[in-house]
C-alpha cells in the first residue's frame, strides 16, 4: 500500500508546525527522556520478558520507519536492504548480549554499540528535521533502517540464548552472573 503524497505532506506539516513553534524546549525534552530512558536501560539492563523482548525492537522498528514517510520507491528498496543487511550482520553482535540475575529474575543487557549508535543516529535524524528543516536525509534513514535490522535481530538471538539457558544444552552454557 502506498500514501499518498498529499496525506503525508499535511500530516507532516500539521507536526512540524507544533513543533517549530517551541523546537528548542520539545528537543530538550525529547532528549532527556529518551536518551535518559536509552541509558538506564544499558546499566541495568531489562527484566527477561517475551513482551519486552517484541515490544522494544518494534517500537525501534516504528520509530525509525517514521522518517520513511514521504520517501520515494528507490528509497524505500535501499531501506529494505539496508533493513536485512542489518538482520543478517545481528549475528555478529550476538555475545554482546549479557544476561544475570537478580532476585531470581533473569535480567539482560543488550549490546551496548547497537543501541548506543540508533539512538546517536535517532536523535540527529529529529535534530536534522528540527532545526534545519531537512525532511529528506536518505542517508540517515538508510542507516536508522539498518540499525534497526541490528536491533530486531539481537533480539531474535537474545531469544534463542534464553531458550538454551533453559533447556539441558543450557548447562553447556557460561553460568548467569548474580548480582
Not at 500539521?14 to 529518551?34: C, G, L, N, R, S
Not at 531501506?79 to 538482520?87: D, R, T, V, W, Y
Not at 529528506?136 to 538454551?164: M, P, R, T, W
Request: charged content about 15%; proline content about 3%.
Amino acid at each position: 500500500m502506498i500514501i499518498p503524497k498529499n496525506l503525508v505532506d499535511n500530516i507532516e506539516n500539521q507536526i512540524y508546525a507544533v513543533i517549530f513553534k517551541y523546537k528548542i524546549e520539545f528537543f530538550a525534552a525529547f532528549v532527556f527522556i529518551f536518551v535518559g530512558r536509552r541509558i538506564l536501560r544499558l546499566v541495568y539492563g531489562h527484566k527477561f520478558r517475551p513482551g519486552t523482548l517484541v515490544t522494544s525492537p518494534f517500537l525501534y522498528f516504528v520509530f525509525s520507519g517514521i522518517s520513511l514517510l514521504g520517501l520515494d520507491l528507490l528509497g524505500l528498496l535501499y531501506c529494505s536492504i539496508a533493513f536485512f543487511f542489518g538482520l543478517l550482520i545481528s549475528t555478529l553482535f550476538k555475545h554482546g548480549v549479557k544476561f544475570y540475575r537478580k532476585d531470581n529474575v533473569i535480567y539482560y543487557k543488550r549490546s551496548a554499540m547497537i543501541s548506543l549508535t540508533w539512538t546517536v543516529a535517532f536523535v540527529a535524524r529529529i535534530y536534522i528535521e528540527i532545526f534545519y528543516d531537512l525532511t529528506q536525509g536518505l542517508v540517515l534513514d538508510i542507516f536508522l533502517i539498518f540499525l534497526s535490522g541490528l536491533i530486531i535481530g539481537e533480539a531474535f538471538h537474545i531469544g534463542i540464548q534464553k531458550k538454551l539457558y533453559e533447556s539441558p544444552v543450557g548447562d553447556a552454557m557460561p553460568p548467569i552472573d548474580e548480582k
